[in-house]
């Protein structure tokens, strides 16, 4: 925060939402107007936004409007036809690494708190794994009124984000409490969902991505791994105020911000890296889907196309997961397993056969898992199992920051 001349506190200006999906809902309200600033503004720090209206807050702003800022269709309807085919309300729910309704009226406050989902919006909020931030907007007898009151409560211990609302001179002449925060103020805590402090002063080192195992000077071994899991995980980890180092295979993806990446191409490569910065972190994440065997021999030249078949002899690859989970002192390790069947049982098998701390593990197969970026995880732990349900990678990897911030406890 910085100060302004009488010594008020005013939100920076400079914050950050690249990559980040906001689906902004619209309830009815006449602070409704204030949410198409709302959408500038979070356009201008870089998010992606789709726009959510109900019945209400088309009464005080088109559709039209919101489509313009936002540059997408804007959605009303739970039982369109067409949105229900193209992006329904279970899709917007998974697209959504952020749910904000801004403004949020006192009658979708309480359909909220009642678990409702016969409009959109609240379909969205019930369907979706992300978080739920709410910017109220009322008059401010029905803001002060034990009804809303208790609404609230229910949604803080749900985990309901609120903003605000402010005090100040209202719509239907009244002044107190009630008013909408402003868009600018709005932005800035809508930047703050995604800054939870939960691994400050941590130092986490995460593995991402294939490695290829060279054959020949043009072909190699690989897998399917697009690296999109390890660097949503790399990127949460900074959010939440850790130091964070990503060893990565080949990817196409961007390096996350405040994120320090080591490109590598081959399992013994990105042991090594690993080996080498181990000791100074307290959480190591084994997300890579690295090669368990690589070629005895790499040929000095392109092998030809001379015989019907050819015959690679193939020889084990360090196991660095099980290497970083043998170390003494080392740091708390987690594992992934990516699985085509028996999920539980082969993930619990290897958290075991390891000796890892935790283990996130996830069905692989067709259109599943790799290369897309929609995943499920379960994640287990000796006495300890949660399952995460469908979600964009980018939330799944907030959530497994959270669980693992929350086992190890506040740093000392």
Not at 19 to 30: A, M, P, Q, W, Y
Request: charge should be neutral; charged fraction near 20%; proline fraction near 5%.
């Amino acid at each position: 925060m910085h100060t302004g001349p009488q010594g008020e506190s005013r939100p920076d200006t400079m914050i950050s939402l690249n990559n980040k999906r906001i689906l902004l809902g619209v309830t009815g309200s006449v602070a409704a107007y204030k949410s198409a600033e709302l959408v500038r503004r979070l356009r201008d720090a870089g998010a992606e936004l789709r726009v959510v209206l109900t019945r209400g807050g088309a009464g005080f702003v088109t559709p039209l409007t919101f489509q313009a800022l936002s540059g997408n269709p804007v959605h009303t309807e739970l039982l369109d036809t067409e949105a229900e085919a193209a992006m329904g309300h279970i899709a917007l729910a998974r697209w959504a690494d952020a749910v904000v309704v801004a403004p949020a009226s006192a009658n979708f406050i309480s359909r909220l708190a009642q678990g409702r989902a016969d409009d959109l919006l609240s379909a969205i909020c019930l369907a979706t794994a992300a978080p739920i931030a709410i910017a109220p907007a009322m008059n401010q007898q029905m803001w002060a009124n034990a009804a809303t009151r208790e609404n609230l409560q229910w949604l803080s211990n749900r985990g309901i984000t609120q903003f605000g609302p402010a005090d100040g001179d209202q719509a239907c002449g009244e002044t107190g409490p009630g008013r909408m925060l402003e868009a600018e103020q709005i932005a800035q805590r809508v930047a703050g969902l995604f800054e939870t402090g939960a691994l400050a002063g941590r130092r986490v080192l995460i593995t991402a991505g294939p490695t290829r195992e060279a054959i020949d000077p043009v072909r190699y071994l690989s897998n399917r791994s697009s690296g999109k899991m390890g660097y949503a995980i790399a990127e949460a980890a900074a959010e939440a105020g850790a130091t964070v180092v990503l060893v990565s295979g080949p990817t196409a993806l961007d390096t996350p911000p405040r994120v320090q990446r080591i490109d590598v191409q081959s399992a013994r490569q990105m042991c090594d890296a690993v080996m080498q910065r181990v000791a100074d972190s307290d959480i190591f994440i084994g997300t890579a889907a690295v090669a368990d065997y690589r070629p005895v021999a790499v040929a000095p030249h392109k092998i030809k196309k001379t015989e019907h078949t050819l015959t690679l002899q193939l020889q084990r690859n360090p196991d660095i997961l099980a290497e970083v989970a043998a170390l003494d002192g080392g740091p708390f390790t987690v594992g992934f397993a990516a699985e085509t069947e028996a999920l539980e049982t082969h993930a619990r098998e290897k958290l075991q056969r390891k000796g890892l701390d935790m283990i996130a593990a996830n069905q692989v197969g067709a259109n599943t898992a790799f290369e897309v970026d929609d995943n499920a995880l379960l994640i287990l732990t000796a006495d300890d199992r949660q399952q995460l349900p469908e979600a964009r990678k980018s939330v799944l990897g907030r959530q497994l920051i959270e669980i693992i911030a929350a086992r190890l406890g506040p740093r000392n």
